[in-house]
């Protein structure tokens, strides 16, 4: 790791948000690089003034510590048990755990820490792909099968995938019989369909975000790039919409080496809204 997420500045013990970052990309299918990503998420989160304008929130008032990356091999389950002891660390301290991808594949044992200590907990992923997959090219654990295996840890009704837009026919097939709710990329009404998964996912909510859901226009340097995506001003409105629910987030699948830096940038960019959506939304329920 090169250097700290921007204003992250806090001890561990005195901070409201940690970051960590997941630095592997072993399942890859497309694009290899993601695993840069953590590092190159922080070194553009530097590009920003602390001030939201869009939030009137100073994220210097916003108590984060960087915990650093965590230690991957190629022993996918000893890097997914990583993964979830450390968030439940995290969580367990009654913070809010923020993870820096890497590939999707760090979604499942994040969500299996949280469930752990909110057993209400439902999944909001913002992606491209359904990834609902049983297993691709031989392996249960590949980023293709996210969704498949967050259903298995939740339940299929509290998991909620938006903006996909690249399915194979077996996936779709399957996800429609066993009653998967989704919603395809270039829905012209998201804020009634937001409004919907407000009301029908009760308690707290942990939300994913694979930059390959935003539209390649916007963020060309991911694994999987996919046309006809979400744009950033709707990945803006889903933080807003659930900011006061969320309890986890992680944002996954940037690609360094194929773009400028500016899916780097966009992704600390959000990541940056979502921290400050989420404090304002503590503050105001304090």
């Excluded at 809010?96 to 979604?107: A, C, D, N, Q, R």
């Excluded at 909001?124 to 359904?130: K, M, N, R, T």
């Excluded at 995938?161 to 990329?185: H, K, Y």
């Amino acid at each position: 790791m090169t250097e700290f997420f921007a204003d992250a500045e806090s001890s561990f013990d005195n901070s409201k948000f940690v970051y960590y970052g997941y630095p592997y990309d072993g399942t890859a299918c497309f694009r290899k690089g993601a695993s840069l990503a953590p590092d190159e998420i922080r070194k553009h989160s530097y590009n920003f003034e602390t001030y939201l304008l869009e939030l009137g929130v100073d994220i210097t008032d916003v108590s984060m510590n960087d915990w650093g990356n965590i230690d991957v091999s190629s022993d996918q389950e000893k890097n997914e048990t990583a993964v979830e002891e450390l968030v439940s660390k995290i969580v367990n301290a009654n913070k809010f755990p923020i993870g820096l991808g890497g590939e999707h594949s760090l979604t499942p044992p994040a969500v299996k820490a949280l469930h752990s200590k909110y057993p209400t907990l439902s999944v909001v992923i913002l992606d491209a792909h359904l990834d609902f997959r049983k297993e691709y090219e031989g392996n249960p654990l590949s980023h293709a099968t996210v969704t498949r295996r967050v259903s298995e840890i939740v339940g299929i009704e509290k998991v909620r995938p938006v903006g996909i837009r690249s399915v194979s026919q077996s996936e779709i097939s399957e996800a429609r019989s066993v009653g998967l709710n989704f919603l395809e990329s270039g829905w012209t009404e998201l804020r009634e369909y937001l409004s919907d998964v407000i009301e029908d996912l009760e308690g707290p909510i942990y939300l994913s975000l694979d930059m390959d859901a935003v539209d390649p226009a916007f963020a060309p340097g991911v694994g999987t790039p996919e046309p006809l995506g979400m744009t950033p001003y709707e990945v803006i409105q889903t933080v807003n919409f659930f900011a006061d629910r969320i309890v986890g987030f992680d944002c996954v699948e940037v690609c360094p080496p194929h773009d400028n830096g500016n899916t780097s940038a966009l992704a600390a960019r959000l990541i940056r809204h979502l921290v400050g959506a989420v404090w304002q939304s503590q503050q105001r329920f304090k």
